[in-house]
């Protein structure tokens, strides 16, 4: 951890000399809730070009907010440069709500996640999920919802913050938690509590789409799907989508869960022991293999390592196509 630290340290000194002394605006904030630097933000179909915020500070915003009665809560946490109207948010909100009624609760730390201030954004992420544990205990203490109508999905730094709710959650354990990507740097040795496992929810999903950089490699959750060997996304190796390689196959992430809400083939993966398995091309897809639905629709009871491919481009679902490709190749 020590040396993660360091190499954190000295990432940060570099970027900051890059950035034109930018590091000058990074900060810890005070471990304390509520939080000024941590805000949240409720859509429904109804408010979804303005939304109404949830402040911790005056709680009667959240006694009075619209929410739409009945339904289930959705909470999206954004990474590292991000904020309420960046990734995950901006693909997977709509396709909620254009898939039905939602309520979508999207976070915004961005104070404390901004460039080139990495180290000092994990170091900020316990506050974030302490200050979104208070939220959930007071509507769940207030009967607004109960641990089962709630889904935390969370993208890169968001996917392990989804991780340490349940830390400070009075209410009970969460029951449902999507991690996107979940981040790698400073993560791989971090201790337990510090970072996205299985024990966080009584369900934990984890989509891995960029293993080799942004993206941690290891299992994090009770399933674990692997696209494209979470490797290398197709169509991410050229230039046509505005954005480095690294960025593109670390984003599809949360672009692959959002097709998944409406997808009317779906994102299937078959069973592997383990990823080393399959790159080495040992696991191919066979009428004994174990077949399973990945996304907003992935059943509770799901365990194991599923491995899977996509399209080059929208809709990137194949369905259980497992006949293009059993084992993993380079994209062109």
Same mark, same amino acid.
């Given at each position: 951890?020590?040396?993660?630290?360091?190499?954190?340290?000295l990432?940060g000194?570099?970027?900051?000399?890059?950035?034109?002394?930018n590091?000058?605006?990074?900060?810890?904030?005070?471990?304390r809730?509520?939080?000024? @630097?941590? $805000?949240?933000? =409720?859509?429904?179909?109804?408010?979804?070009?303005?939304?109404?915020? #949830?402040?911790?500070? %005056?709680?009667d915003t959240?006694?009075?907010a619209?929410?739409?009665?009945g339904?289930?809560?959705?909470?999206?946490?954004?990474?590292?440069?991000?904020?309420?109207?960046?990734?995950?948010?901006?693909?997977?909100?709509p396709?909620?709500?254009?898939?039905?009624?939602?309520n979508?609760?999207?976070?915004?730390y961005?104070?404390?996640?901004?460039?080139p201030?990495?180290?000092?954004?994990?170091?900020?992420?316990?506050?974030?999920? @302490?200050? $979104?544990?208070? =939220?959930?205990?007071y509507?769940?203490?207030?009967?607004?919802?109960? #641990?089962?109508?709630? %889904?935390v999905?969370?993208?890169?730094?968001?996917?392990?913050?989804?991780?340490?709710?349940g830390n400070?959650?009075?209410?009970?354990?969460?029951?449902?938690?999507?991690?996107?990507d979940?981040a790698?740097?400073l993560?791989?040795?971090?201790?337990?509590?510090?970072?996205?496992?299985?024990?966080?929810?009584?369900?934990?999903?984890?989509?891995?789409?960029?293993?080799?950089?942004?993206?941690?490699?290891?299992?994090?959750?009770?399933?674990?799907?692997y696209?494209?060997?979470?490797?290398?996304?197709?169509?991410c190796s050229?230039?046509?989508?505005?954005?480095?390689?690294?960025?593109?196959?670390?984003n599809?992430?949360?672009?692959?869960?959002?097709?998944?809400?409406a997808?009317?083939?779906?994102?299937?993966?078959?069973?592997?022991?383990h990823?080393?398995?399959?790159?080495?091309?040992?696991?191919?897809?066979?009428e004994?293999?174990?077949?399973?639905?990945m996304?907003?629709?992935?059943?509770?009871?799901?365990?194991?390592?599923?491995?899977?491919?996509?399209n080059?481009?929208?809709?990137?679902?194949?369905?259980?196509?497992?006949?293009?490709?059993?084992?993993?190749?380079?994209?062109?």
């Open positions: 951890m020590l040396q993660e630290c360091a190499v954190g340290v990432l000194l570099s970027f900051a000399v890059a950035a034109d002394w590091f000058l605006k990074c900060f810890e904030t005070e471990k809730c509520p939080n000024e @630097n941590v $805000t949240f933000w =409720l859509y429904t179909r109804d408010t979804q070009n303005n939304p109404t915020e #949830l402040s911790l500070f %005056h709680t959240i006694d009075r619209p929410f739409a009665a339904r289930p809560l959705i909470v999206l946490i954004h990474g590292y440069t991000g904020h309420r109207n960046y990734a995950p948010n901006t693909s997977i909100r396709a909620y709500l254009d898939y039905g009624e939602f979508i609760v999207s976070l915004d961005n104070p404390l996640a901004l460039e201030c990495y180290y000092q954004a994990v170091r900020n992420l316990p506050t974030v999920a @302490n200050c $979104t544990a208070l =939220l959930l205990d509507m769940i203490e207030r009967r607004m919802f109960t #641990l089962n109508d709630i %889904h999905v969370g993208f890169s730094l968001g996917g392990q913050t989804s991780g340490m709710i400070y959650l009075k209410a009970g354990k969460l029951k449902r938690v999507t991690g996107l979940p790698k740097p993560f791989i040795t971090a201790p337990s509590e510090f970072k996205l496992d299985q024990s966080d929810a009584e369900f934990v999903q984890v989509i891995h789409t960029d293993v080799f950089a942004r993206g941690i490699l290891h299992p994090s959750g009770h399933t674990d799907f696209i494209n060997g979470g490797v290398e996304q197709p169509g050229n230039q046509t989508t505005g954005q480095t390689t690294g960025e593109c196959n670390h599809r992430a949360p672009e692959y869960y959002a097709e998944s809400i997808s009317e083939v779906g994102f299937y993966g078959y069973r592997c022991a990823w080393y398995l399959y790159m080495l091309g040992l696991c191919r897809f066979n004994q293999s174990t077949v399973a639905l996304g907003a629709h992935t059943p509770n009871t799901t365990r194991g390592l599923y491995f899977l491919n996509s080059v481009q929208s809709p990137f679902a194949q369905g259980r196509n497992f006949s293009l490709r059993d084992e993993y190749v380079i994209p062109a």
